[in-house]
């Protein structure tokens, strides 16, 4: 069970998760990373468009998917 958005699996969707997303896109996948709470819109892959999704949820904005 995962929180979508919740990256480092810590209970909160937060802008840690966010650079959490960003450094996994990078190359770099952390100690701490849930693959399909970042896969926010579940196409099986990480790409901007989900941290997008990933600052909307923090904001509190409509997520698109």
Known sequence: ????GDVNNDGVTAVDD????INYVLGTTPDKF??????MNSDGQILVDD????INTILGVSINE
């Open 51 to 54: 941290i997008v999704n990933i």
């Open 1 to 4: 069970e995962y929180i979508p």
């Open 34 to 39: 849930v693959f399909a709470a970042a896969d």
């Open 18 to 21: 966010v650079v959490v997303a």
